[in-house]
């Protein structure tokens, strides 16, 4: 029983485009939702974060984009940079950032070429 | 500011063994939480030590187990490997057993045969 989905394995953008990233959930609990990106060999890394009482966060090039209705949120990189080459990884949690556990996505591989 | 450090890096095991991880927190974080993340997956939340204390548990069987010291350093143990067990364990720390603000660490990749 997934409840995160991240439905596309891999994304492919050209430098200066915008990304945009996908997420569904399926648990109405969630709360709290985040993304994280990582680069191999190393651990993720916290990009951005977006609480359900918002439906948009920004933070310089990244903006989260929340649907509680339709239980979607997705990233928009802009520009995309051929930095943000990674496994970005959608999360959530049905708690208030206590003991209650992150739920992840598989993730989503994105390849910005220059 | 120390990161996040994890050892080892890779390990390989046989089937029925036994295998403990280890897990540095950064400096001035309490609470240590452990990841399994399996090849084409998210990580999975195993559990949470805060204070030396076990503070939340995923969907994991009681041969994974855990202990964190006064220094807050981790260990994740796993009794009677098998196949499946085969992933990425990461370890990522925070403050006062928040979850939101983890610093990850770069894993351990363990192989079971």
């Known amino acids: 029983d997934q409840q995160v989905k991240q439905n596309s394995p891999s994304l492919s953008v050209q430098e200066g485009r915008i990304s945009i990233l996908n997420c569904d959930y399926t648990?109405?609990?969630?709360?709290?939702f985040l993304w994280y990106k990582k680069y191999p060999a190393e651990g993720p890394t916290f990009l951005i974060s977006i609480s359900s009482i918002k439906d948009k966060n920004e933070d310089g090039r990244f903006t989260v984009f929340l649907n509680k209705s339709a239980k979607h949120l997705s990233l928009h990189i802009v520009p995309s940079q051929p930095g943000d080459s990674a496994v970005y990884f959608c999360a959530a949690s049905a708690g208030q950032g206590g003991s209650e556990k992150l739920v992840f996505g598989k993730g989503t591989k994105l390849t910005v070429n220059p | 500011e120390t990161g996040v450090t994890q050892s080892p890096t890779h390990l390989i095991k046989t089937r029925g063994q036994q295998v403990t991880l280890r897990c540095s927190s950064q400096s001035g974080h309490n609470t240590v939480s452990w990841y399994q993340q399996a090849l084409g997956q998210g990580p999975q939340f195993i559990f949470q030590?805060?204070?030396?204390?076990?503070?939340g548990r995923g969907n994991f069987p009681p041969r994974f187990s855990g202990l964190q010291f006064p220094n807050y350093s981790s260990e994740l143990n796993v009794n009677a490997l098998e196949l499946d067990d085969s992933a990425l364990y990461l370890c990522?720390?925070?403050?006062?057993?928040?979850?939101?603000?983890?610093?990850f660490g770069p894993g351990t990749r363990l192989t079971v045969t």
């Open positions: 990522a720390s925070s403050l006062g057993g928040n979850i939101y603000e983890q610093y």
């Open positions: 648990n109405s609990m969630f709360d709290y």
């Open positions: 030590y805060y204070r030396e204390e076990e503070n």
